[in-house]
């Protein structure tokens, strides 16, 4: 039974068809609260995937080990060096060909996440393998809400073929629940508002979702009564940190309503209405909500498609009017391959946004970013090239106290990218004997 100070960490603020998390307050703390720090605040872990490769010779440290200087590409990411490790030389040997002929992109994309080679199809008959954050969600997703959240600010394809003879599945999923069975990712930030945020089951959450589209009534509302029956338990600190939590709800659901005004003018009636008209706004409306979801414990697991691999995407708001795949095979070209580095920036530019909002998320003595460990990059190393090794890797955050940040690391050329998935699983208490074509749990991280 919890003492009169204390709450249960899973308490939710709830309405009718709505129940909203609440992020970590000093009164979900037993007494001797330092020694149930470690149990008290999960681990966390999110892999984020960006197409086409990089220009790696902006993007790899000259120096390997502490306080070396970031190059171009990675300077946005500078106020966050000590939280963060860029690690050279892994590799995805099953991106490769490996018999299979043409089809990079799609190979990329399957393997990032499994490890195994997809089976080269068009059909219906898709086999890649299952993807690690998968092989978490099976374990330790029952402890919360949401078992897993896959995200994408790029609209996929089911069906047909995207990329030499390989299935558009392929190429627009990273998370796969079975070998055959892949997650897709919700692009819609709306829908994912609701799903994080929606209480009941099916007619009573659309009866009350349908209700506040009418009333214009904020999410908010719906908990009103709860909320102010918890404020008058909590002491001041929690009293503060629950109504800047509430805050940073209303203004993340009032950015999704902004967004929804822009798409509704457009003329493809079709498209879903949250998504935002300009990328840059649909990438910081996803990595919010990611880090809405680790604040409240909605989910402890996530996975994150800046763009499908193979994007062609162009980047007018940096003066790169070229396609972002079509520049990736530069041939030594200079100028093309300064445009592909501003491309890399501004990714990276955005998931600092990312890293700050973790940082500035108090969690008992440290940030929310202590407790987090954060995949940042992609299966294709030289877009040009369309290597699958030296790939361009981040690893962010602390893993509770278990990674050791603020470093360059390098490993041995073909180290297997899949021995940091083993290494990280251990770190969150999963037990796995290989992922894809791991050789056992990457070392010195």
């Not at 872990?45 to 120096?63: C, H, L, Q, R, S």
């Not at 029952?142 to 003879?165: H, W």
């Not at 935002?276 to 996975?303: G, V, W």
């Not at 300064?338 to 955005?350: D, E, L, S, V």
Request: aromatic content about 6%; some cysteine.
């Amino acid at each position: 039974m919890n003492k009169p100070w204390q709450i249960p960490r899973r308490t939710f603020l709830k309405g009718v068809g709505t129940a909203i998390a609440l992020p970590a307050l000093e009164a979900m703390l037993p007494p001797l609260r330092a020694l149930a720090l470690a149990r008290t605040f999960p681990r966390r872990m999110a892999f984020v995937y960006i197409p086409n490769g990089a220009n790696m010779g902006d993007w790899t440290p000259k120096e390997a080990g502490t306080d070396v200087e970031l190059p171009f590409i990675l300077e946005p990411l500078k106020p966050f060096q000590k939280d963060l490790q860029v690690l050279s030389g892994l590799a995805h040997d099953k991106a490769r060909a490996n018999g299979d002929g043409a089809g990079d992109h799609a190979r990329a994309s399957a393997s990032f996440l499994t490890g195994c080679q997809a089976r080269k199809t068009a059909g219906a008959d898709i086999k890649a393998g299952v993807s690690v954050d998968q092989i978490a969600a099976e374990k330790i997703g029952r402890r919360t809400r949401l078992p897993s959240l896959e995200l994408s600010a790029d609209r996929g394809r089911t069906s047909g073929s995207c990329d030499s003879g390989y299935a558009c599945a392929y190429q627009f999923n990273l998370s796969w629940k079975t070998e055959s069975t892949p997650m897709p990712p919700e692009v819609d930030p709306r829908l994912v508002f609701e799903r994080m945020f929606t209480g009941g089951q099916g007619a009573e959450s659309a009866g009350s979702h349908a209700a506040r589209m009418r009333q214009r009534k904020s999410i908010l509302d719906f908990v009103a009564d709860d909320a102010n029956q918890l404020k008058r338990k909590l002491g001041y600190t929690d009293n503060r940190k629950l109504d800047e939590y509430l805050t940073a709800v209303r203004e993340l659901e009032l950015r999704i309503e902004q967004a929804e005004k822009f798409s509704s003018a457009l003329p493809d009636f079709s498209k879903p209405t949250g998504i935002p008209k300009e990328n840059e706004e649909h990438l910081r409306l996803m990595y919010d909500l990611m880090a809405l979801a680790f604040q409240t414990d909605t989910t402890r697991i996530a996975t994150f498609i800046i763009a499908h691999d193979g994007s062609n995407r162009p980047y007018p708001n940096l003066g790169v009017s070229d396609g972002h795949h079509d520049l990736s095979h530069h041939g030594n070209n200079d100028e093309k391959k300064q445009k592909i580095a501003k491309i890399n920036r501004f990714h990276a530019t955005q998931f600092a946004c990312f890293l700050e909002k973790l940082k500035s998320a108090p969690e008992g003595e440290g940030t929310l970013l202590d407790n987090c460990m954060i995949v940042y990059g992609g299966a294709i190393g030289d877009g040009n090239r369309h290597n699958h090794d030296n790939l361009p890797i981040l690893l962010a955050g602390r893993g509770g106290g278990r990674l050791q940040a603020g470093r360059h690391v390098r490993y041995d050329r073909e180290t297997p990218m899949t021995n940091l998935y083993l290494a990280m699983l251990e770190r969150m208490g999963v037990s796995a004997e290989r992922v894809g074509d791991s050789t056992g749990k990457l070392e010195n991280i």
